[in-house]
């Protein structure tokens, strides 16, 4: 039972550890200004973290980017003027949704694409199959076929 509890607790430690990513000391003072900082920094990616937000991350990387962000905001951007500063600093990849654009047209619609020309190789090679099959044999094949099964079975019969 103590085993047991200590291992609850010692998990939940573990899986809440990405709580602990914003420190207090980058925290703003405002209660709102930090919720819409860490509103905005959930949506952005850590550049060091695969496919962890920036707000999660214990990456120093990510720490310099949630200072960045709290900085635009106490400097008065608005949320997007904010997201557009550090878009404009690292990219589409620094958003975890990045937008629907030219430039990201593989990246939203590769897997669909992927999945649609796997599915058309499935097909083309069932239909290749099916065409493969052996014609039905002959009554000539048939007769030649009985033959060697008779003999076949007369070779192996009782000594």
């Known amino acids: 039972m ?11 430690v573990l899986l809440s550890a990405n709580a602990w990513a914003v420190q207090p000391d980058e925290m703003l003072s405002d209660p ?10 959930k949506d952005l990616r850590c ?8 707000d999660d991350s214990d990456a120093p990387l990510a720490r310099d980017l949630r200072l960045l962000l709290r900085e635009r905001l106490v400097k008065g951007d608005t949320d997007t003027q904010a997201v557009a ?6 990219g589409d990849y620094v958003l975890l949704r990045p937008p629907v654009k030219p ?4 990246l939203w619609f590769g897997p669909f694409a992927l999945l ?9 090679k ?8 052996a014609p039905p044999l002959s009554a000539e094949e048939k007769a ?4 060697l099964m008779r003999e076949d079975d007369e070779g192996k019969g009782p000594a």
């Open 47 to 54: 550049l060091v973290c695969q496919n962890q937000s920036i």
């Open 103 to 106: 430039a990201t047209y593989l």
């Open 116 to 124: 649609l020309g796997g599915g058309l190789v499935l097909v083309l």
């Open 32 to 41: 709102a200004m930090e919720a819409r900082a860490r509103a905005i920094s």
């Open 2 to 12: 103590r085993r047991g509890l200590s291992a609850l607790a010692l998990s939940a």
């Open 144 to 147: 030649q076929l009985a033959v």
């Open 126 to 133: 069932g239909r290749r199959r099916a065409e493969a099959v």
């Open 85 to 90: 500063f550090l878009t404009d600093r690292y």
